[in-house]
């Protein structure tokens, strides 16, 4: 009885919230979805308004802005200027995060391993296949690792994770590049795909000698083990909040039309080379003008006070100057 | 009649003419009610069919039939280098397999519950094989990615290397790392999925065997083994048969737990521990973030597995007719 007044209650609550102010609809990206749902919570005890997000993935979210269902969409692989200009819509970038490489290998301790971007190319390249061969052994010197084959776990699933992952893998590797390129969904020379980020940090956890890769948040909560990195400047760095933070700093987002910026492989001794940010989507000439102006009223409420709550999941927020060249883009590229 | 005679009673008889065709134009709307609902269900299969040659008409024109042989899958390539081998091969592999476990076995487990086993154990395995059936695929998929592939990986495929390796063919089957993410681990899974559908048919039509035909047998000194071979299966071969299609039309189609242990490579691999994929498997962890040609040419995966599992489905019917054919002389 008291699970059916809850649901009658929510009902009631809903209708009526709606009768005053529509629900912000958006949808697209799985990897910022934490920090959305958790900046809509607080948004709606404050000012009383929803927000609806879908996290059905990048692609997703790009279709279904480009065919005007939603308020906003949110994707992981920004899109190209033309691209934009073609569909009318603007982009900017919301938050940003890390991807790390996880392992399972026995005795092996977090960030004890490290790897540089040609070692990892060449493991899910299916060059390198065992944990002691000579290029692994090169970095490790001091780790003891098994002379046992290597289970490479990857993506099944079209992904904004994967496009990050071999954007930089095709920074790092020439032969990457030629042979397997960058996308959400690449032609994989090896390993099995595991759906989702949830589906590669199962699976690694799970499979002895593996290795993977997912959103940094995936692997602290899971207490997966990361590795260390060999990053563009030759340092060794570990996946740390001031690792994302040094490699975000270098985005030049003023200069980027379309804030068309991949954070991977930055210049920096600090830098974590797999960093990344995720994107919004909006209509120019949104259809239905209120909703769009509500939904930049919450984007910029996230903007002032979402930042600790982004720190708290591990997500790095935009830097002040890059929101301020943000809001420009707002009351200049969108009409309402 | 009592409603008719009601009906004469209260209004006379000059009325019965006025009943009775009020009850024909009940019959007459019956029929059309009954035959809509059936022509409903061919226009929703054409509707089906047209909507997959629609989308996957794109793909079809980029790739013809080159799609069938082609085991490259890169679509992030430009443009997409797009091919169904890996796939359908993977489809036809974990079937054929997985009917080759689960036929031997659904029969065995048929023939012992109707001609051996004792009369209490018989409903506790009926009870369990029809649970079998009823469990939801995922769950499946759950049970083989937790449990079943461990076992694989690290008891059964390093025991099998070290039996095979060297040995041509064989060694080559049972080679590569140990992963349970493999196409024998969906396999499995798949053949337990299918194991209630064969049993159960099979039971059925165990069951209407006439009991003086086994007895005759048994009485001029048949063992059961030869009662069974020479003259339950006989009797029952075409209703047998049609539980082991509706099986492999289960195996062919199935795609949640298939998703979640094949390891969705698109690689074919002689090893059958290797990660491969299949039609469903495919479609179901790609098509979300599709589009374009990648889109259309999952849409023409699709409409293969349709032509496939038709084709299958269609073999099974004609070999099924020549039986009949043949025990007709």
Redesign the interface.
Same mark, same amino acid.
């Given at each position: 009885m008291n699970f059916m007044k809850t649901i009658v209650a929510a009902g009631l609550v809903a209708a009526s919230t709606s009768a005053f102010a529509a629900d912000i609809t958006g949808a697209g990206a799985t990897f910022p979805f934490p920090i959305y749902s958790k900046w809509a919570d607080a948004y709606k005890k404050e000012t009383g308004n929803g927000l609806n997000y879908q996290s059905i993935g990048s692609g997703g979210g790009i279709k279904q802005i480009e065919a005007k269902t939603v308020t906003f969409g949110a994707t992981d692989m920004p899109l190209k200027v033309e691209r934009l200009d073609k569909s009318g819509l603007v982009q900017w970038p919301m938050v940003m995060g890390a991807i790390v490489p996880v392992l399972n290998v026995e005795g092996v301790k977090p960030g004890e391993v490290v790897f540089d971007g040609e070692t990892l190319a060449n493991i899910y390249l299916g060059k390198i296949t065992k944990w002691d061969d000579p290029a692994i052994k090169k970095l490790n010197p001091k780790v003891n690792l098994p002379s046992e084959a290597i289970t490479v776990v990857r993506r099944s699933d079209g992904s904004g994770t994967t496009f990050n992952f071999t954007d930089y893998l095709s920074k790092v590797s020439a032969e990457w590049k030629s042979k397997v390129g960058s996308g959400t969904a690449v032609e994989w020379p090896t390993g099995v795909g595991a759906k989702g980020n949830e589906g590669v940090s199962g699976n690694v956890s799970q499979t002895r000698n593996s290795i993977g890769y997912v959103e940094y948040a995936y692997a602290k909560q899971n207490k997966l083990t990361f590795t260390a990195m060999v990053n563009k400047a030759g340092k060794t760095v570990e996946p740390t909040v001031p690792a994302f933070q040094a490699a975000a700093s270098n985005a030049d987002w003023a200069k980027a039309p379309g804030y068309y910026v991949i954070l991977t492989d930055q210049p920096g001794e600090q830098s974590w080379p797999i960093t990344a940010s995720t994107f919004i989507l909006m209509q120019r000439e949104p259809v239905d003008k209120t909703a769009s102006a509500e939904a930049i009223k919450f984007f910029k409420w996230a903007f002032a006070k979402g930042d600790k709550m982004a720190e708290e999941l591990d997500y790095i927020p935009m830097p002040d100057s890059v929101v301020k060249l943000i809001e420009k883009t707002w009351s200049a590229d969108i009409k309402s | 009649m009592a409603v008719q005679g009601d009906a004469v009673e209260v209004a006379g008889p000059y009325d019965r003419a006025k009943a009775l065709s009020a009850f024909k134009a009940g019959d007459i709307a019956f029929y059309w009610i009954t035959r809509a609902c059936a022509i409903s269900v061919l226009l929703i299969l054409g509707g089906i069919i047209l909507s997959l040659i629609i989308g996957a008409w794109p793909a079809m024109k980029q790739y013809g039939f080159a799609f069938l042989w082609t085991q &490259?899958? /890169? =679509?992030? /390539?430009d443009p997409p280098?797009l091919g169904a081998l890996g796939p359908m091969y993977g489809t036809l592999v974990t079937s054929f397999i997985a009917m080759l476990v689960a036929i031997p076995v659904g029969l065995g487990i048929a023939i012992f519950l109707t001609e051996l086993c004792p009369q209490w154990l018989r409903r506790p395995i009926g009870i369990a094989i029809e649970l079998l059936a009823g469990i939801p695929s995922i769950i499946y998929g759950m049970w083989g990615?937790?449990v079943l $592939?461990?076992f694989l990986?690290?008891t059964f495929q390093p025991f099998m290397i070290s039996l095979f390796d060297g040995v041509p063919v064989l060694g080559s089957i049972f080679a $590569?790392? =140990? *992963?349970?993410?493999s196409v024998f681990n969906a396999s499995l899974i798949l053949s337990i999925m299918v194991l209630p559908f064969i049993t159960a048919i099979s039971v059925d039509v165990f069951k209407t065997v006439p009991p003086v035909l086994k007895e005759a047998a048994y009485g001029v000194g048949c063992t059961t083994w030869e009662v069974v071979r020479n003259v339950v299966i006989p009797y029952t071969r075409v209703g047998v048969i049609g539980g082991i299609m509706l099986a492999l039309g289960r195996a062919l189609g199935e795609t949640m737990a298939v998703?979640f242990i094949i $390891?969705?490579?698109? &690689?074919i691999s002689s090893s059958i521990f290797a990660?491969g994929?299949t039609i469903s498997a495919a479609i179901a *962890? %790609?098509f979300? %973030? *599709?589009?374009g040609l990648?889109q259309s040419a999952l849409m023409l995966l699709g409409l293969l597995l349709f032509v496939l599992t038709f084709f299958v489905l269609a073999a099974a019917r004609l070999m099924l007719m020549r039986l009949e054919k043949k025990a007709g002389k």
């Open positions: - | &490259r899958w /890169a =679509p992030s /390539a280098v990615f937790f $592939g461990p990986a690290y $590569g790392p =140990p *992963s349970y993410l998703t $390891g969705n490579s698109f &690689r990660p994929t *962890s %790609e979300a %973030e *599709s589009d990648h």
